[in-house]
């Protein structure tokens, strides 16, 4: 990557980090991104923050559809190279902003992939076992489907915010500032009571105050626990793209199919608007249309 861009971009991540206070999951996605549009720029002679002007922009946007890049990828890349044309302009680095004729592709709207409870039951089986990573992983597997979390926010539990006693947990996202109280059932309870026996085999004499770690005591990451759910959705014969919001989606689906009002489910789900909770509810609906479908003798 050449210099210039470089030193811009290191300018940025640096007010996105310590004057905007975004999270570090942020701080990544924007960067890489950033990168990107770099590394494109660097290849077409492009050296200086002020050369890239609104054509070279659209040939780049051109070009990430040009390999593939899908519509939500696309629009997620305009958002982020906005905001850091933004910022150069407010801090006097550029004349203008180059970014005015930038226009997200419409995203075609894809309804998330579900499990069955079928399949909840056989990703949960495939976890059996008396060893601790077993136990362990099942633990996290069904806490995140029994209370609909994010990834992120399971993998930054800790132990106190675990309420055995009366079922709930207290969830708060990745700054620590917005927190939630979900409930979980008995079956829950017990496979965290047993993984919180068994829970010294991983942290030993470690003073980790997070619910779950790898197995070297360690910090789990968000990539960590992807690969482990994928690793049991394989050895479950589970053929359909799963990812840990999949289970999220599925713990949201399944309590509108089996009635839950829209509201509730928002608020447990953490969802800012309510339109974002009722596609669920759209999911549900073609759903049974479907099963209307092929078992009714007039479908």
């Not at 811009?8 to 991540?13: A, D, G, I, V």
């Not at 999270?23 to 990544?28: A, F, G, H, K, P």
Request: aromatic share 8%; proline share 2%; with cysteine.
């Amino acid at each position: 990557m050449n210099d210039n861009i470089n030193v811009e971009l290191e300018c940025f991540k640096d007010y996105l980090t310590n004057k905007k206070r975004s999270s570090e999951n942020t701080v990544l996605s924007y960067m890489r991104d950033l990168r990107h549009m770099a590394d494109y720029f660097y290849k077409t002679g492009v050296t200086d923050v002020a050369m890239i002007n609104s054509t070279n922009l659209n040939s780049y946007v051109l070009d990430m559809e040009r390999n593939g890049k899908s519509g939500a990828t696309v629009s997620r890349s305009i958002t982020t190279i906005k905001n850091f044309f933004r910022f150069l302009h407010n801090e006097g680095k550029i004349d203008r902003e180059p970014t005015d004729l930038l226009k997200a592709p419409k995203a075609k709207k894809k309804m998330p992939t579900i499990l069955t409870f079928e399949e909840i039951n056989s990703l949960l089986a495939a976890t059996a076992g008396d060893k601790p990573k077993n136990i362990r992983d099942k633990a996290m597997i069904e806490l995140l489907y029994a209370c609909g979390l994010r990834v992120s926010e399971v993998v930054n539990l800790k132990v106190d915010d675990i309420n055995l006693n009366s079922g709930y947990i207290i969830c708060k996202n990745e700054t620590g500032v917005k927190e939630r109280v979900i409930p979980f059932g008995d079956t829950t309870k017990v496979i965290l009571k047993k993984y919180l026996k068994v829970r010294n085999e991983f942290v030993g004499t470690k003073d980790v105050d997070y619910l779950f770690t790898n197995c070297f005591g360690g910090r789990l990451t968000r990539q960590g626990y992807w690969k482990i759910l994928k690793s049991y959705a394989e050895s479950a014969g589970i053929n359909k793209e799963i990812t840990p919001h999949t289970l999220r989606h599925s713990f949201a689906a399944h309590l509108v199919q089996n009635g839950a009002d829209l509201k509730s489910v928002q608020e447990m789900l953490g969802h800012v608007d309510l339109a974002s909770t009722q596609m669920y509810a759209q999911l549900v609906n073609r759903r049974l249309k479907e099963v209307y479908a092929k078992a009714h003798p007039l479908g």
